[in-house]
């Protein structure tokens, strides 16, 4: 061949148009990679579902006529890392030419880009042709002196790509926002439907994770993949989205329940973050829907789930790359504490965390309120370093890849970029997850009490937090209403509060 181009695992996209017609001088490379499937501990279940992904968009590729090659961990095993694998196919291929699509993530773009730097062939770069803001707008978008806040974001998107907006600009329904309608916590006869969950069969692929010895989390039950890994199968789960989940969607994003793991949640996050689906595609299914049946398809929740795709997905993205390399160290709370045990096995009297923390190990997924309120929360208040919050997060979900996950985490749960996401921290005491969800009622601890044994850790170590970031946080006109409640409180609760919180974070594996 003369043209080697590589594919990574994220850059699952029919539609790229690399892919418009066959040439017998390209040969497409895929390969399972050491070094990707071990840059942190992932979930078994993530690698085996972008493995999986993986050789279906081989098949996909070579049943168009495209020449293909997808290399398995066994044979890639005797390379250090991609650039070695490359020195190799350039060699037995005698390509005179490397091409690839930008890589969403920092860590592979340095690595390319020097690989690049260093081979004698020709070379070059294209764009990946997936996001609704190209990369070149990025920098114009998000100055770096300047803060944009998401909600400022997601109207120029909006209207930039003429959605859910009037021929006058005006938002369409009258509003940009349907919040107040949204965000209701789950009343117990509201059924729920049953997460779509695909039988892909994965045991070929787990064995040979374990026969690496790739050290994994989380488990697989029967070597079954419940994720998407086609394109077929990603286009049935967006189907059963629109038809069953969507209506619903809207006004219980925000709630949490012990009835279910993925509630009317899309489940869609890895088939978009490996590329499968666009963006695109998904939010004119979803906008269909809504033309198609708007008595039984409620704007609010249209708009609520076009915000997460067009809004927040974009928006993450481009904090992203606009603050890389440095966002991936900041910590403006000076957190250094490690993360709990019970992250690892979801072992706590904690009944919150243990559903979170419990449906992370065995489905690789919480929705976001989950992954927000619940365990970002608790490591935010617990003071945890957010280079172990990372790491946990970027290891355990489906969709984690970092150009997503890290924003998300460092950013908008931990506050450790000091404001860039957030307005402010999203700290919560258990007040907060007691509204939204079932869990208290069946908890060691008591939601509605603040010091002493059985007081919910949420409780205080919100105030332990509050106290620690005192200084800081004065400088919040948000907070000085929650500083007044709180001094005007008799001296012995506080201390009592404070000194529960001591004795808790003391002893934390134990809660
Ligand atoms: P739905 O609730 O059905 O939402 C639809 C889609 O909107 C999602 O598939 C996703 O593509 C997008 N979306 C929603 N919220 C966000 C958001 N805050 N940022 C970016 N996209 C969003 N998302 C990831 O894709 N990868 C991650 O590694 C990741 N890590 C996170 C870590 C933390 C601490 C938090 C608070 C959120 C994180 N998110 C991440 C965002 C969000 O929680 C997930 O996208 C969502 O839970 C995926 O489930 P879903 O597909 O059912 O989403
Ligand atoms: Fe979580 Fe506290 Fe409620 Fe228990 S009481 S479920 S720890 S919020």
């Given at each position: 061949?003369?043209?080697?181009?590589?594919?990574?695992g994220?850059?699952?996209?029919r539609h790229?148009p690399w892919?418009e017609s066959?040439?017998?001088?390209?040969?497409?490379?895929?390969?399972?990679?050491?070094?990707?499937?071990?840059y942190?501990?992932h979930?078994i279940?993530?690698?085996a579902a972008?493995f999986?992904?993986?050789?279906?968009?081989?098949?996909?590729?070579?049943?168009?006529g495209?020449?293909?090659?997808l290399?398995?961990l066994?044979?890639?095993?005797?390379f250090?890392?991609l650039?070695?694998?490359l020195?190799?196919?350039?060699?037995v291929?005698?390509a005179?030419?490397?091409?690839?699509?930008?890589?969403?993530?920092?860590?592979?773009?340095?690595?390319?880009?020097a690989?690049?730097?260093?081979i004698d062939?020709?070379?070059s770069c294209c764009?990946?042709?997936?996001?609704?803001?190209?990369?070149d707008?990025i920098?114009d978008?998000f100055?770096?002196?300047?803060?944009?806040?998401m909600?400022t974001?997601?109207?120029?998107?909006?209207?930039?790509?003429?959605i859910?907006?009037?021929?006058d600009?005006?938002p369409?329904?009258?509003?940009?926002?349907?919040d107040k309608?949204?965000?209701?916590?789950?009343?117990?006869?509201?059924e729920?439907?049953?997460?779509?969950?695909f039988?892909?069969?994965?045991?070929?692929?787990?064995?040979?994770?374990?026969?690496?010895?790739?050290?994994?989390?989380?488990?697989?039950?029967?070597?079954r993949l419940?994720?998407?890994?086609?394109?077929?199968?990603?286009?049935e789960?967006?189907e059963?989205f629109?038809?069953?989940?969507l209506?619903?969607?809207?006004?219980y994003?925000?709630?949490?329940?012990?009835?279910?793991?993925?509630?009317?949640?899309?489940r869609?996050?890895?088939a978009?973050?490996?590329?499968i689906?666009?963006?695109?595609?998904?939010?004119?299914r979803?906008?269909?829907?809504w033309?198609?049946d708007?008595?039984?398809?409620?704007?609010?929740?249209?708009?609520?789930?076009?915000?997460?795709?067009?809004?927040?997905r974009e928006?993450m993205?481009?904090?992203?790359?606009s603050r890389?390399p440095?966002?991936?160290?900041?910590?403006?709370?000076?957190?250094?504490n490690?993360?709990?045990?019970?992250?690892w096995n979801g072992?706590?009297?904690?009944?919150c965390?243990?559903?979170?923390?419990g449906?992370?190990?065995?489905h690789?997924?919480a929705?976001?309120?989950?992954?927000?309120m619940v365990?970002?929360n608790?490591a935010?208040?617990?003071?945890?370093?957010?280079?172990?919050?990372?790491t946990?997060?970027?290891?355990i979900?489906?969709?984690?890849v970092?150009?997503v996950?890290?924003?998300?985490?460092?950013?908008?749960s931990?506050?450790?970029?000091?404001?860039?996401?957030?307005s402010?921290p999203?700290a919560a005491?258990?007040?907060?997850?007691?509204?939204?969800?079932?869990?208290?009622?069946?908890?060691?601890?008591d939601?509605?009490t603040?010091s002493?044994?059985?007081?919910?850790?949420?409780?205080?170590?919100?105030?332990?937090?509050?106290?620690?970031?005192?200084?800081w946080?004065?400088?919040?006109p948000?907070?000085g209403m929650?500083?007044?409640?709180w001094?005007?409180?008799?001296?012995?609760?506080?201390?009592a509060i404070?000194?529960?919180?001591?004795?808790?974070l003391?002893a934390?594996?134990?809660l």
């Amino acid at each position: 061949c003369s043209t080697l181009r590589l594919l990574l695992g994220d850059q699952l996209d029919r539609h790229h148009p690399w892919f418009e017609s066959a040439d017998d001088n390209v040969l497409y490379v895929l390969a399972e990679l050491r070094q990707e499937a071990t840059y942190v501990r992932h979930h078994i279940q993530k690698i085996a579902a972008f493995f999986a992904a993986m050789h279906c968009f081989a098949e996909a590729l070579k049943s168009c006529g495209h020449r293909v090659v997808l290399l398995d961990l066994d044979e890639t095993a005797d390379f250090d890392d991609l650039p070695a694998l490359l020195d190799h196919l350039l060699e037995v291929t005698g390509a005179d030419r490397f091409e690839y699509q930008r890589p969403d993530e920092h860590r592979l773009l340095t690595q390319l880009e020097a690989y690049r730097g260093r081979i004698d062939q020709p070379s070059s770069c294209c764009r990946s042709h997936h996001f609704l803001l190209p990369f070149d707008a990025i920098r114009d978008s998000f100055p770096a002196d300047r803060q944009l806040r998401m909600e400022t974001f997601y109207r120029r998107m909006r209207k930039r790509h003429g959605i859910l907006v009037d021929d006058d600009g005006t938002p369409t329904g009258g509003q940009w926002n349907y919040d107040k309608q949204n965000r209701k916590p789950l009343p117990e006869d509201v059924e729920l439907p049953e997460p779509l969950c695909f039988d892909n069969d994965a045991g070929a692929l787990t064995d040979r994770i374990r026969r690496h010895g790739i050290d994994t989390l989380g488990t697989m039950e029967g070597d079954r993949l419940d994720w998407p890994v086609c394109r077929t199968q990603s286009l049935e789960l967006l189907e059963y989205f629109t038809e069953h989940l969507l209506a619903g969607f809207g006004r219980y994003q925000d709630a949490l329940s012990s009835r279910g793991w993925a509630l009317f949640h899309s489940r869609l996050s890895f088939a978009l973050n490996a590329k499968i689906l666009s963006p695109r595609e998904v939010i004119e299914r979803v906008l269909d829907a809504w033309r198609g049946d708007p008595d039984n398809v409620p704007l609010a929740a249209v708009e609520g789930f076009v915000r997460q795709i067009l809004g927040w997905r974009e928006y993450m993205r481009g904090i992203y790359w606009s603050r890389m390399p440095g966002y991936a160290d900041c910590n403006e709370l000076d957190h250094r504490n490690e993360l709990p045990a019970f992250y690892w096995n979801g072992e706590t009297r904690m009944a919150c965390m243990r559903h979170a923390i419990g449906q992370s190990l065995e489905h690789a997924y919480a929705h976001h309120i989950q992954r927000l309120m619940v365990t970002g929360n608790f490591a935010l208040l617990a003071g945890v370093d957010p280079d172990a919050v990372d790491t946990w997060y970027l290891g355990i979900y489906i969709d984690a890849v970092q150009w997503v996950e890290l924003p998300n985490t460092r950013g908008m749960s931990q506050y450790a970029d000091g404001g860039v996401v957030a307005s402010k921290p999203y700290a919560a005491s258990g007040n907060y997850i007691n509204r939204m969800g079932d869990h208290c009622a069946d908890c060691h601890y008591d939601a509605g009490t603040r010091s002493g044994d059985t007081a919910c850790p949420f409780n205080c170590l919100y105030w332990h937090f509050m106290e620690r970031h005192r200084e800081w946080q004065k400088q919040n006109p948000r907070s000085g209403m929650i500083y007044r409640n709180w001094d005007r409180m008799d001296e012995q609760r506080r201390s009592a509060i404070l000194d529960t919180a001591e004795r808790y974070l003391k002893a934390i594996d134990e809660l």
